[in-house]
């Protein structure tokens, strides 16, 4: 097998997924790195699993917290908000995102997704807000192309309830007219009706 030149591409073959760990690379086959995506740096990806590990070690112990009551869960977001504040300002640029927050507040998308449902308006509100928020932050991110088309649209579409669909208006067409009595449709047709040779 002939080794590849440097400016061609590597074959599927020959890309590399997993690390001898067994760990996922970033590496796509449909995508080229410089192009479709840009390479996590080593300081980005430190300092996303710093903050990963810091919302682990918040609940550490114990039974997952509860928020019975809002203002915790008003305590939670504002927290929330503010370590992404200061996250961007000291370089690490992270999106707010749902799991990002349910990782910070200790619980899963799935148990936020059901308070929404079943507790009182109040604080399903407050969740309906909150995930109004992130939605709006990313649309401005999308809008000034910080975030990639497809991206955007697959993250509104699958976390945000939006849909991407084509409305066809169909307007009849009825040369007859609206004509009940049936001897003068006959008489409208026929006379529609080119004469055959």
Request: negative net charge; charged residues 30%; contains cysteine.
């Amino acid at each position: 097998m002939k080794p590849a030149s440097p400016t061609s591409q590597p074959t599927t073959s020959q890309i590399k997924y997993r690390d001898e760990d067994g760990l996922r690379l970033q590496t796509y086959k449909r995508f080229k790195e410089g192009v479709d995506f840009q390479p996590i740096d080593n300081d980005y990806s430190d300092a996303l699993v710093e903050f990963i590990q810091h919302c682990r070690n918040i609940h550490k112990f114990g039974r997952p917290p509860k928020y019975a009551d809002i203002q915790e869960f008003y305590g939670m977001t504002d927290a929330y908000w503010d370590v992404l504040k200061d996250k961007n300002q000291s370089g690490v640029k992270i999106i707010p995102d749902i799991e990002g927050f349910c990782c910070f507040a200790g619980i899963s998308r799935e148990t936020l997704n059901e308070w929404e449902r079943s507790r009182p308006s109040e604080y399903s509100d407050s969740i309906k807000r909150l995930k109004n928020d992130i939605a709006a932050y990313k649309k401005q991110l999308g809008l000034r192309g910080a975030i990639p088309p497809i991206v955007f649209a697959t993250d509104f579409n699958n976390n945000h309830g939006y849909t991407q669909r084509q409305e066809i208006a169909i307007a009849p067409n009825n040369p007859l007219g609206d004509i009940v009595d049936e001897e003068e449709l006959k008489r409208r047709y026929l006379e529609s009706v080119p004469e055959v040779d």
